[in-house]
């Protein structure tokens, strides 16, 4: 259900949009009462006054939780060292490859600040897994071809560096 983005809209883990006033409908849809908004309205202060689940604002939600269980020789790879070797393996004047290495490196900083290093090697796991099971997928969506290091796992196919599309846009950074 998508509606027009107001100050009243909701979300529910990204996926759902409703107004205020359909708040009470779609709050007993919601397991765990994971609903939540970008500002608390007067509307929302009076349903918490006398709700059994609160809705919450964005920053009192949960964090992801990226837990998943994966295979212990992924959860002991070493990223750097993997990311590494699938760049040597890849043929580039020495300019280029300087240019390639100090890309991997700030974007392995950048996932490592928002915690997502876990994820990383479960995306290692998905393609590998994919690759060995004979799986197509596509080439690339959207502004996850942004990240040299996904192209480096084998999540797209989009060479980022060779056209000069900027992390920024993958994880919108400043």
């Known amino acids: 259900m998508k509606t027009e983005l107001k100050l009243y809209n909701l979300w529910y883990d990204g996926t759902l949009e409703c107004k205020a006033a359909d708040v009470e409908r779609w709050i007993s849809k919601v397991p765990d ?59 580039h004047n020495d300019r280029a490859m300087t240019k390639r290495i100090s890309r991997t490196l700030s974007e392995l900083k950048a996932y490592t600040n928002e915690g997502l290093l876990h994820m990383l090697k479960c995306l290692v796991y998905v393609v590998e897994t994919f690759v060995d099971q004979e799986v197509i997928w596509g080439v690339g969506r959207g502004s996850s071809v942004s990240s040299y290091i996904l192209y480096l796992i084998g999540v797209h196919d989009i060479d980022c560096v060779e056209y000069d599309l900027p992390f920024s846009d993958f994880m919108k950074m400043a």
């Open 33 to 91: 009462g994971r609903l939540a908004v970008d500002k608390v309205t007067p509307s929302i202060k009076q349903y918490n006054m006398v709700a059994a689940k609160p809705i919450r604002t964005k920053t009192e939600c949960a964090p992801l939780d990226f837990s998943w269980d994966i295979p212990v020789k992924y959860q002991d790879l070493d990223l750097q060292e993997f990311l590494m070797n699938k760049l040597m393996k890849e043929d």
